[in-house]
Structures are given as structure tokens and as C-alpha cells.
């Protein structure tokens, strides 16, 4: 059967429509999903301190080369503009893969512990209920760390803005807990995986090894920015939130995000 040029041009509209629809209808249990798409920011929402919710600073998050980069070029000084770029969905049964590099020489001004520092942010608060002047979402942070070229430095680590996790059946109110992981030096890529089971278990896993599992991620209810968000006193267990990927003045490169979400029990 000969198409004619017309025909041809509705076939290619429809498939193109079908596989927006696609894209549009989210992850799939069981399926990995691109949360990056490799073109534009589409699905993600920055939140850069001082600013509103959606001021991209100076280009700070950025779509180049098909990477997710976060850049400081337009910053005279960091000044403590601790950024997070936010994910359009929540989540909180699901496996996250990342693979990221540190590039280049911290933004001018940045902290010293910040040097080779981002990670991502789970079990994140809604980015619309953060202060213009927080620095941090209440989450559960996976912190990213790159080495100094000499020392062992691990990444994969776990850090606690507003909130409290267990660890061997005891509450760990301890802010940042080292992973067991290898140290990476220089400008080459790392694969992070985040298995989040809800409140019942997180592990994290870089480039395939397992170097860190807790559970019971719960509001830290003498925390400030945690207090507003706690809804029963009585239980105080974060069972999914938000996603953001960070910005804490050292370049980094973003190659892959992509997730697949399991069925709740």
C-alpha cells in the first residue's frame, strides 16, 4: 500500500503525540523512567535561596553537551545561595540511579566543606512550603563527595536537614553519617542508586556496592523548618517527598537521572 504525503504526515503526528502521551504519563512500576530527559529541564523547578521558587539564578542549573550542569559562572560570589533543583513528583517507593562528576574549581566564596560537594535530596518537603531564606529542604540528603587527590574521602554519605533516621535500632540524631565507599578522585563518573523502600528501609549503593542502610526516616521535631511540617506528634515517620538535585557552589555534571518506582505493600 503507496501512503500519500498527507497520510504520512498524520501517521508521524499521531506516533509523535502517542510518545508524548508516553513521556507525560510518568514512571512505570517495574520500569526505569528518565526523570532527565537529556534536552531541557522540562519536569524540574529550581529553588535557589534568597530567590522565588522558579528563579533559575544566573543560569546556575543548565541543560549543555546533553548533561544536567550546575554552574557558578555568573556568580561573583557564592554567598551562600545554596540551591535545589526539584523534581515535578514525589516519590517514595522507588529505586533512583544518578551518575555525576565533579568538574572544574568551587564558585568563588563557597564554603570550605562545600568543595567537591552536591548531592540529592529524598524525602523532600514541598518546594512551595520552604522559606525564602532556608537554606535546606527537611529531607533526607544523599550527600556527593569527590577526593582531594590525596585522601580518602567517601561519598554516598547521609545527611539530615530537619530530620532523624535509625540505624541498627537506634534513633541516629548524629547530622552527617560517612559511608563505607571507595574515594573518587578527579573528573570521573560515579553511579549512586538510592533503594527507598518508604519509612521501612533506605540503602544507598555507589557504583554497585551497598555502603550505607537505614530506616525510619522521622521529622526532627526540634528542628525549625521541620516543626511546620509535622502533622501528628505521635508519628513522626517520613513515608515519601520530594526529589531535588543540589547546588552548593561546585560545578558538577548530572548524566543520568532516571527511577523506578516498585508497588507499595
Not at 506528634?233 to 515519601?240: D, P, T
Request: contains cysteine; glycine residues 10%.
Amino acid at each position: 500500500m503507496i501512503l500519500s504525503r498527507s497520510a504520512v504526515a498524520l501517521c508521524a503526528l499521531a506516533l509523535s503525540a502517542t510518545l508524548s502521551h508516553a513521556q507525560d504519563a510518568g514512571p512505570k512500576p517495574g520500569e526505569w523512567f528518565p526523570l532527565f530527559n537529556g534536552k531541557d529541564l522540562t519536569g524540574w523547578t529550581p529553588k535557589i535561596r534568597t530567590f522565588a521558587l522558579g528563579d533559575n539564578y544566573k543560569n546556575t542549573f543548565r541543560v549543555e553537551d546533553g548533561l544536567l550542569k550546575v554552574r557558578y559562572d555568573g556568580y561573583d560570589q557564592f554567598d551562600t545561595r545554596f540551591g535545589h533543583l526539584y523534581y515535578k513528583q514525589p516519590f517514595s517507593h522507588y529505586t533512583l540511579r544518578i551518575e555525576y562528576r565533579f568538574m572544574g574549581d568551587q564558585a568563588k566564596g563557597g564554603p570550605g566543606w562545600a568543595t567537591r560537594n552536591s548531592g540529592v535530596m529524598i524525602h523532600g518537603q514541598d518546594p512551595a512550603t520552604i522559606g525564602k531564606d532556608q537554606e535546606f529542604p527537611v529531607s533526607i540528603e544523599v550527600q556527593f563527595l569527590g577526593g582531594d587527590g590525596k585522601n580518602p574521602r567517601t561519598t554516598g554519605n547521609l545527611c539530615t536537614p530537619g530530620t532523624h533516621v535509625v540505624m541498627q535500632d537506634k534513633l541516629v540524631k548524629t547530622h552527617c553519617i560517612n559511608s563505607t565507599s571507595d574515594t573518587f578522585h578527579g573528573e570521573q563518573w560515579v553511579t549512586a542508586e538510592i533503594v527507598v523502600k518508604g519509612s521501612e528501609l533506605i540503602e544507598h549503593k555507589i557504583n554497585g556496592k551497598t555502603v550505607i542502610r537505614y530506616s525510619k526516616p522521622q521529622y526532627d521535631p526540634g528542628d525549625k523548618t521541620a516543626k511546620p511540617l509535622i502533622k501528628d506528634a505521635n508519628n513522626l515517620l517520613i513515608e515519601g517527598g520530594t526529589l531535588s538535585l543540589q547546588s552548593e557552589s561546585h560545578p558538577i555534571d548530572f548524566r543520568k537521572v532516571e527511577i523506578m518506582v516498585h508497588p507499595k505493600p
